[in-house]
């Protein structure tokens, strides 16, 4: 964040891409939530209105009273409000049921892993294999228990994270809109990504304590429901003896053929 005239302004650097040529979604979310609360604090919800824009200088509105909008002052139209975030309230439920696998089982999902094969995004800063280690979170969460019906509802997937030197927000710990981002995709892949395509609609998440460099916590995603083309989506973050570090509910939407 930098500010400019008067008004704190934010960039997506391009190297946290979701789909090509536009910002990751959690992470892009956690940037701006960052500006609401901190770890610890409550929880905060993100509105995505437009794919964030990558390098580009984009002013946030607002008070935290009323809630913040990122705005990009290049754009017109509807392409001009790029999010919005207010506070949220605390989480009723886990939004993964069943609690947390360890993190052997979570290391031995990645293998079932469906984006290792066909991934609509294979450079996601969250989770693409075409992401080099140390340069994307390369979250590949794969089915640790299965869902059910046609849509897979009640599907919960699994990961390790690897959490390295380089998403270190400078008190040796990742820092919060990493953590965002590791929230993100997981949660997406609960869902059949593969034969459906989803982006980033919505996403709530409450940071509880950041993992450390160095620490391998457990990410979790679990399919909610499908409605139409919005997928609803739970996950949550672990560190290694199975407490909760951060958890997020997110809306996803599938992409038009």
């Not at 960039?11 to 536009?22: C, E, K, L, R, V």
């Not at 919800?45 to 984009?58: E, K």
Request: net charge negative.
């Amino acid at each position: 964040m930098t500010p400019g005239n008067g008004a704190p302004t934010l960039t997506i650097p391009a190297a946290f891409n979701g789909p090509d040529g536009s910002g990751n979604g959690g992470y892009s979310a956690g940037l701006l939530a960052g500006l609401l609360t901190a770890p610890g604090g409550p929880a905060v919800q993100v509105t995505l209105r437009t794919p964030p824009p990558l390098d580009r200088t984009l002013t946030v509105e607002g008070t935290p009273e009323e809630g913040l909008r990122l705005v990009d002052p290049t754009a017109q139209d509807k392409a001009r409000l790029v999010a919005e975030a207010v506070r949220a309230a605390p989480f009723d439920e886990a939004p993964v049921p069943g609690g947390p696998v360890t993190v052997s089982e979570a290391a031995r999902a990645r293998e079932r892993y469906a984006g290792l094969t066909d991934h609509p995004f294979p450079r996601c800063y969250s989770c693409g294999p075409a992401r080099a280690e140390g340069e994307g979170l390369r979250l590949f969460a794969g089915s640790v228990r299965p869902g059910r019906g046609p849509d897979g509802v009640g599907n919960t997937v699994a990961c390790t994270w690897d959490v390295l030197e380089a998403v270190d927000g400078g008190d040796g710990r990742a820092a919060p809109a990493q953590v965002w981002a590791a929230l993100d995709c997981p949660g997406g892949w609960s869902s059949d990504v593969s034969g459906r395509p989803i982006v980033l609609g919505r996403m709530s998440a409450q940071i509880l304590d950041l993992p450390a460099v160095g620490s391998t916590p457990v990410v979790m995603g679990h399919l909610e429901s499908v409605d139409g083309r919005k997928v609803h989506t739970g996950s949550a973050l672990y560190d290694e003896t199975g407490r909760l570090l951060a958890q997020a509910r997110a809306t996803w939407i599938a992409l038009r053929s």
